[in-house]
C-alpha cells in the first residue's frame, strides 16, 4: 500500500533524540510511504513514489499529517473494577499514600483483580486496549502488579500474551509483583521482597520461555515509594532481577524522592519512570546514563497536583526522555497519548515537536524496541496514523477530541 499526499510526514528518522536533540521530526512536505508485508519499504515524496510504484494499492492522505503510531511505554491496563469512590475521597481531601495505608489505593484494585473471571478481566482490558488504538497508539508497554501472588501475577502476564495475539495493538511486558505489599504480608515488607526474589522471579524466568517463546524476557519494575517498597527492598528486586537477566524499569520520585534514579542508573535499568521529585544531581546522572527518564504528565493532573516531570532540566542535562500515559484506575484512567502530549506541551514546557518524539521513537527506546518501531524509515515496521489536520502542531494545541482518522498497524488500515 502506497499511503501518499500526507500534508507533513513526520519520520523521526534517526533513531532516539538525546537532550536538546529533540524534536526532529524528519519532515517531507507531500510525503509518502510505502508499505508491504507489514514493513515499511519506501519513504520519499508523493510524486517521485507515484512514480515509482504506479500499480501499488494507495491511499490518499488528502493533505494531512501521517505520522509514526504513538509508542505508550508505561501502563498498567490490566485491572478490573475501579475506584470512583476514592477519587471523591481524594477530592474531599483524603491523599493517594492515605488511602493505600489503609488497604485501599492499589490494594483495592488487586481483591477486584483477583475475584474477577479471566474472561472478565481480558473484557475489561481489550476495551481500554481499543480505545488506546483508536487514538493512534499502536503499541503499548503492560505490566502486571494487580495480583501479588505469584499465581494471579502469571495469570496477568498469560492475559496480556493473548492479548497481544489478538492484536491489533502490539505489548511490550512487565512483570510488576513489586506494585504494592501483598495484603497477606502486610507490615512484613522485607517477607514480601523475599517472596519475590526468592520465589516469583526465579519461577517467572522458568515459566516465560515456555508461555512466551517469541518474546525477550519481560521488564522487572518496582514501585519505589514511601508506603512501597524502600530503596533497599528496591535494590534487592532489581539486583535479583538483573543477575536472572531481565531488563529492568522502576518507578521512582512520584510522591517521595528515596533515591530510585540512582539506583536505577547504577543498575543500568532501561527506563527510569515519574521522575516529579527528583534531585538535579540525579537528573546530572540519568543525564549521562541511556537510561530513558519516562514522564507521566496524566499522573499529577488525575490527582489534581502541581508538580510535574522537570522536563526541561532533563533534556539540559542530556538525557532521553520519553512520555507515557500511565493509565491506571488510581492516579490516571486516560490512555490517550494526544492528551499526554497536550499535558507535556503546558505543564512541562515541552514544544509540540518535543512531544511527538518523546511520545514515538523515544518512547519506542523506553521498552527497547526503538530498531523496530516509533519511525517512520525503511525496515521498520508499517506502523502509523493519519491524523485530521494539516500541521503537526495542533498536536498538543488542541485537546479533548481524538484528532485521529485513521491507524496503520502491520501495513493494514483501521479507520477510525
Ligand atoms: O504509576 N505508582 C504506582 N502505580 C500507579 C498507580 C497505580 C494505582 O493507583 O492503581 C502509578 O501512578
Ligand atoms: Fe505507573
Known amino acids: 500500500m502506497l499511503i ?38 519506501a519513504v520519499g515524496k508523493s510524486d517521485e513514489l507515484r512514480a515509482a510504484y504506479p500499480d501499488e494499492p494507495d491511499f490518499d492522505a488528502l493533505d494531512r499529517v501521517v505520522m509514526p503510531g504513538f509508542v505508550d511505554p508505561h501502563t498498567h491496563v490490566i485491572w478490573a473494577g475501579d475506584r470512583a469512590a476514592e477519587f471523591e475521597m481524594k477530592l474531599e ?44 497508539t499502536t503499541t503499548a508497554e503492560a505490566k502486571t502488579g494487580y495480583g501479588l501472588k505469584t499465581a494471579v501475577e502469571l495469570r496477568l502476564l498469560q492475559g496480556l500474551l493473548a492479548l497481544d495475539r489478538e492484536g491489533p495493538i502490539e505489548l511490550a511486558f512487565t512483570f510488576l509483583g513489586a506494585h504494592a505489599v501483598a495484603p497477606e504480608y502486610k507490615d512484613r515488607p522485607d517477607e514480601y521482597t523475599d517472596l519475590i526474589c526468592e520465589t516469583m522471579l526465579p519461577m517467572l524466568k ?50 517521595g524522592n528515596l533515591g530510585g534514579v540512582a539506583l536505577a542508573v547504577e543498575l543500568g535499568a532501561v527506563s527510569a519512570d515519574h521522575l516529579v521529585l527528583t534531585s538535579d544531581e540525579e537528573i546530572q546522572l540519568l543525564g549521562q546514563s541511556d537510561t530513558v527518564a519516562v514522564a507521566l504528565p496524566c499522573t499529577p493532573f488525575g490527582l489534581g497536583e502541581r508538580d510535574y516531570t522537570p522536563a526541561k532540566k532533563i533534556l539540559k542535562a542530556g538525557g532521553i526522555l520519553a512520555i507515557a500515559t500511565d493509565l491506571n484506575p488510581g492516579t490516571a484512567w486516560c490512555g490517550n497519548m494526544q492528551f499526554a502530549i497536550a499535558l507535556a506541551c503546558r505543564y512541562m514546557g515541552l514544544t509540540p515537536a518535543q512531544a511527538i518524539a518523546a511520545a514515538t521513537i523515544n518512547a519506542a527506546a523506553a521498552i527497547q524496541r526503538a530498531d523496530r518501531i516509533g519511525s517512520i524509515e525503511v525496515g521498520k515496521q508499517g506502523d502509523l496514523i493519519i491524523l485530521d489536520v494539516e500541521d503537526y502542531r495542533h498536536l498538543g494545541y488542541r485537546f479533548g477530541v481524538n484528532l485521529v482518522k485513521a491507524v496503520v498497524k502491520k501495513g493494514r488500515l483501521y479507520p477510525v
Open 206 to 255: 522458568e515459566w516465560w520461555p515456555n508461555h512466551a517463546p517469541q518474546h525477550p524476557l519481560p521488564f522487572v519494575d518496582v514501585f519505589c515509594e514511601n508506603g512501597a517498597f524502600n530503596l533497599e527492598q528496591s535494590r534487592r528486586i532489581l539486583t535479583t532481577a538483573k543477575q536472572l537477566g531481565f531488563p529492568l524499569k522502576i518507578h521512582a520520585d512520584e510522591f
Open 4 to 41: 501518499h499526499s500526507a500534508s507533513q510526514l513526520l519520520t523521526l528518522a534517526g533513531g532516539p533524540q538525546r537532550g536538546d536533540e529533540l524534536g526532529r521530526l524528519g519532515i517531507i512536505p507531500n510525503g509518502a510511504v510505502l508499505i508491504r508485508n507489514g514493513i515499511i519499504e
Open 93 to 136: 481531601g483524603k491523599t493517594y499514600l492515605e488511602i493505600l495505608a489503609a488497604g485501599g489505593g492499589i490494594l483495592s484494585t488487586v481483591r477486584a483483580t483477583r475475584s474477577a473471571s479471566l474472561n472478565s478481566l481480558l473484557d475489561q482490558t481489550r476495551l481500554r486496549l481499543w480505545t488506546m488504538f483508536e487514538h493512534g
